[in-house]
C-alpha cells in the first residue's frame, strides 16, 4: 500500500506529552514524503472534517507544552456505525490512507473499528492513569506523577506545622498506578487503590502505631476511584483525634509541561508508528516493554489485563511507619 497522506488526532483525556507525540508524527511522516492532516477534537473531528495540513514548522516549539494543540473530545457518535461511515467517508474524501490515533482504550477500540473498514489506524498510549495493559508505560503518567508529588510534598509542610492527617485524591478512576507511585514517593503512610480490599480501621490502626514511635502528621493516598475521600477523612479524624483535612487534586495532574521522560517516549512512539503505517500496517497498537517499544494487535491489546505491582506494594506498606 503507497501511503501519502496520514491523519493523527488525540482523543479522550489530555495527557502530558501528547504534543511531543504530535510534533514526532508530522515530523516522521514529513521525512518520508508524506502529507499530514491534524485532525482537531479527536472522532469529532474526523467525522465533520474539522482538520488541518501540518508540516515541519507547525509543530515547532510544542514539545514542552502540555494539553494537545489539537484539541480533544469524547464522541459518542463514534460508538455507532452510523458515525464509523462517516470518518471514513471524510477520509476517503481529503485522501486521509492511515491514521495515527493517541489516546486510551476507547480511543484505541474506535481505531480498530476504522481499520476495520478500511482505513488503517495505529494507536498510541496517551493516559496518565498508565493503565493500558499491553504495555508499560503510557505517554503523560511519568509528569502526572510529579505534579501529584509536588502538590502533596507541599500539602505535607502545612500537615507537619499542625499535626494534622492530609487525605490526598489523585486521579485513577480504575487503576491505583498514580497512587502507589506517588504514595511510595511521598512517604505515605497507607494507600488506597481499586486493586486492593482495604478496612479503614486498619489505617486507624497504622497511625496509632506509628503516633507510638513519634510521629504526629500524616499522608493518606486515595486514588480517584476509591471515592468518598472526605468522609475517609471524617472518619480518621473520628477514631483518632486527628484533624484530618481531605485534598483532591484533580485535573491539575492533567497539565504542566511534559517530564524528559514523557517527551523522549512519546516521541520514540510517534516514530514507530509512522514506520508501520509507511508500511501499510494497521490495526495496531504501540506500546513499551522491557523499554523497548513494542507494538500489538488492537483486539488483543484490548483483550490484556494490568495488574498492580504486588511487589512495590508490599514495599510501601514496610516502609511507610
Do not use: W
Not at 39 to 64: A, K, P, T
Not at 207 to 216: A, C, I, N, V, Y
Not at 286 to 302: P, T, W, Y
Amino acid at each position: 500500500m503507497d501511503v501519502k497522506t496520514i491523519g493523527v488526532l488525540t482523543s479522550g483525556g489530555d495527557a502530558p506529552g501528547m504534543n511531543a507525540a504530535v510534533r514526532s508524527v508530522v515530523r516522521s511522516a514529513s521525512k518520508k514524503g508524506m502529507r499530514v492532516l491534524g485532525v482537531r477534537r479527536g472522532y469529532n473531528g474526523l467525522i465533520h472534517g474539522d482538520m488541518v495540513e501540518m508540516d515541519m514548522r507547525s509543530v515547532s516549539d510544542i514539545i514542552q507544552r502540555g494539553g494537545t494543540i489539537l484539541y480533544t473530545a469524547r464522541c459518542p457518535e463514534f460508538r455507532y456505525e452510523e458515525g464509523i461511515l462517516k470518518a471514513k467517508k471524510t477520509c476517503e474524501e481529503v485522501g486521509i490512507d492511515g491514521m495515527v490515533v493517541i489516546g486510551g482504550d476507547g480511543s484505541f477500540r474506535g481505531a480498530a473499528d476504522l481499520s476495520a473498514r478500511g482505513v488503517p489506524c495505529v494507536g498510541l498510549p496517551g493516559t496518565i492513569d498508565n493503565d493500558i495493559a499491553c504495555t508499560e508505560y503510557t505517554i503523560g503518567y511519568d509528569t502526572a506523577m510529579n505534579t501529584a508529588v509536588e502538590m502533596v510534598d507541599k500539602l505535607r509542610d502545612t500537615a507537619q506545622s499542625h499535626d494534622r492527617c492530609s487525605v490526598v485524591e489523585v486521579m485513577g478512576r480504575h487503576a491505583g498506578h498514580i497512587a502507589l507511585n506517588a504514595g511510595i514517593a511521598c512517604g505515605a503512610t497507607y494507600i488506597l487503590m481499586p486493586e486492593k480490599k482495604y478496612d479503614l480501621d486498619d489505617i486507624v490502626e497504622k497511625m496509632k502505631l506509628t503516633q507510638m514511635s513519634g510521629k504526629h502528621h500524616f499522608i493518606i493516598m486515595v486514588a480517584e476511584g476509591i471515592g468518598n475521600t472526605t468522609e475517609i477523612a471524617n472518619y480518621i479524624e473520628s477514631k483518632t483525634g486527628i484533624e484530618s483535612r481531605a485534598t483532591i487534586l484533580g485535573h491539575v495532574q492533567r497539565g504542566g509541561n511534559p517530564t524528559v521522560r514523557d517527551r523522549v517516549v512519546a516521541s520514540q512512539m510517534g516514530h514507530y508508528a509512522v514506520e508501520l503505517l509507511s508500511k501499510g500496517i494497521g490495526n495496531r497498537v504501540v506500546g513499551m516493554q522491557n523499554s523497548k517499544i513494542v507494538d500489538f494487535d488492537i483486539q488483543e491489546a484490548l483483550s490484556m489485563k494490568k495488574t498492580i505491582d504486588e511487589d512495590l506494594y508490599q514495599v510501601a506498606y514496610d516502609i511507610s511507619f
